[in-house]
């Protein structure tokens, strides 16, 4: 079986209550899949295709997000755990113990928490699945705010 990622989304946006909060949550498990955080705003920043931001920022309109469900691409079983584990002590709450899913696919490895505001964030390995591209890269000249 083929599947395509990276191509479908272009970026998810998620309006949250406590920046400061969320912030620490993906801080901790980003960096355990080696994605940095980044930010030109205090009301706002980012990791790669995940945008979180306060309602009262000019990209938010004043209204939160509801509740969400974001899959993360893991590179091995043991991220999964360390994602899992960071995750928790960062204040998110179980949502679904590391284990194998084998309902979804075979090899498919996951850990489900929830982040402070309740979307439930996984993290997921899917085996010895053949990668076309670590990633596609968008290179652009970032204006000066």
């Known amino acids: 079986m083929e599947l395509n990622r990276g191509r479908l989304i272009d970026?998810?946006?998620?309006?949250?209550?406590d920046l400061a909060a969320s912030r620490r949550f993906y801080e901790a498990v980003f960096s355990v899949l080696n994605i940095p955080?980044?930010?030109?705003s205090p009301s706002h920043f980012w990791g790669d295709e995940l945008f979180i931001?306060?309602?009262?920022?000019?990209?938010?309109?004043?209204?939160?997000?509801?509740?969400?469900?974001?899959a993360f691409q893991a590179e091995d079983r043991e991220t999964v755990d360390r994602f899992y584990a960071a995750g928790l002590e960062a204040g998110g709450r179980d949502n679904g113990a590391p284990g194998e899913r084998a309902n979804y696919h075979p090899g498919y490895y996951a850990a489900f928490?929830?982040?402070?505001d309740g979307n439930n964030i996984e993290a997921v390995y899917h085996g010895e699945a053949k990668?076309?591209?670590?990633?596609?890269?968008?290179t652009f000249d970032m204006p000066s705010i």
């Open 53 to 70: 931001s306060t309602p009262d920022g000019p990209e938010a309109a004043g209204k939160l997000t509801g509740r969400h469900h974001i």
């Open 131 to 138: 990668r076309s591209a670590d990633s596609v890269k968008l």
């Open 37 to 40: 955080i980044e930010s030109n």
């Open 113 to 116: 928490l929830l982040d402070p």
């Open 11 to 17: 970026h998810i946006q998620l309006v949250v209550p």
